[in-house]
């Protein structure tokens, strides 16, 4: 007799672990502990974007944030087994003040990106929509254009504030001239995917869980059953699946408990959970892979 579990109408749940590379981590605000629980989970690699610090830091503390996330956050991840790399950027959080040594801290983050552990610009956005978070958006994308380096692009949870903001952003890349492909958006659904599809972006973030309630959630994180929704309606090539996770409720085994439930709900392949949890992160944002 077969000791595979049976679902009640006989259909067999099919099983395999799969390594998971979370590219979308602010860990660096969170209990060290997650790094356990993430491991436990299948995840062998994440990469820590870059958020606000204190509004319009000095050159020299924006490198301390920067040494901060590619010396201690790479070795706090180190101890648990998980191989952490870093996405850097000036955050629009940065320039909540006036005046900003604009040019300084650009020239720090030129420096920064050329650490051995930045694998990405970000994250990058619009929250005012200022003269000068416009002047910082472009720059830096033409700053990643030079560098090859691929862009996390962060959008509002807001429905209505993402599509006022989306002919702006669409407006800008243009501006800076960088190839589309460079360019990941994050925290997307379908709804936000949409008028995104066919405009030839890189593979878009999207951060997983299973439903909860939580009492502190920031973003609002896809169901596994919202993610398969999402695939009947596009390619599986254009995501790529995160915990998102921040200093709001978020749960460290999203990721891992939603790559379980796509096997064993839904029916997906190993193949195919693994391109989403796994092969197209890496592809995307590990540049000897990418190019290979």
Known sequence: MSSEPQLEHGRRVGFEPIPIFD??????????????????????????PC??????PSRRAFRARCRRLLHDEVHRAAVYGIDAYVAL??????????PVDLDGLLDELAVQLNHDRARALGEISLRSGSSLEREVFVRQLVLAKELDLPVLVETSPDPKCYSEALPTYLELIKKSGVNPE???????????????????????????????????????????????????????????????????????????????????????????????????????????????
């Open 89 to 98: 950027s000036v955050h629009p959080g940065d320039l909540a003040d006036e």
């Open 23 to 48: 590219h979308h981590v602010h860990s660096d605000g969170r209990n060290a502990d997650d790094y356990e629980w993430m491991a436990l989970g299948g995840t062998t690699t994440v990469m820590v």
């Open 182 to 292: 460079l360019i990941s958006f994050m925290d997307m659904d379908a709804d936000k995917w949409r008028p995104l599809a066919t405009l030839g972006f890189g593979p878009a973030g999207v951060a997983v869980s299973p439903a909860s309630d939580p009492l502190f959630g920031v973003r609002r994180k896809l169901t596994d059953t919202e993610v398969v929704r999402m695939l009947d309606e596009f390619s599986i090539e254009h995501f790529m699946l995160n915990t998102g996770f921040h200093f709001g409720s978020a749960d460290p085994m999203g990721l891992v408990r939603v790559a379980h439930r796509l096997q064993v709900r839904h029916g997906m392949s190993v193949d195919e959970v693994h391109r989403l949890v796994d092969e197209t992160a890496r592809c995307t944002f590990l540049t000897d892979e990418r190019n290979s």
């Open 51 to 56: 958020t606000s610090g204190e509004p319009h």
